[in-house]
């Protein structure tokens, strides 16, 4: 192959890879992002003292009812942890998949770019 060949082979290479690149730098941003955010819901009405106090209600009822509130919104909150957990996972999984892509289109410039160097003909 002659040189232009090979730096048509090396441009796509080095597009490739620019893609490539830009796209490991976005999905860690996205992975930065989801790690700040907070999956707690919190109880605006804390307890059933509260309620009590605040709303004069009261009884078993009540009670009960701030009880089964702060159990589900709790819940909730677990489960958004563990979706949470899930896509970061998942993130960290194409991001490190990325990586070796990368790795490997940069070897391939590499490779062509000492090519290149040692092709006598143009």
Do not use: C, W
């Not at 441009?11 to 930065?32: D, G, M, P, Q, Y």
């Not at 790690?35 to 605040?54: A, F, Q, R």
């Not at 009960?64 to 919104?73: F, G, H, V």
């Amino acid at each position: 192959m002659g040189k232009a060949e090979l730096q048509v082979q090396l441009n796509e290479l080095s597009s490739k890879f620019t893609t490539v690149t830009a796209n490991i730098s976005e999905l860690e941003s996205v992975k930065s992002s989801l790690s700040g955010v907070s999956t707690e819901i919190t109880y605006d009405l804390t307890d059933y003292d509260t309620i009590k106090t605040m709303y004069n209600l009261s009884g078993k009822p009540y009670e009960q009812e701030t009880t089964n509130e702060e159990k589900l919104l709790k819940d909730a909150s677990t489960k958004f942890e563990g979706h949470k957990t899930d896509i970061l996972s998942k993130l960290s999984a194409k991001i490190d998949e990325l990586k070796s892509e990368a790795a490997g289109l940069r070897f391939g410039m590499n490779a062509l770019s000492y090519e290149i160097a040692n092709t006598k003909e143009d």
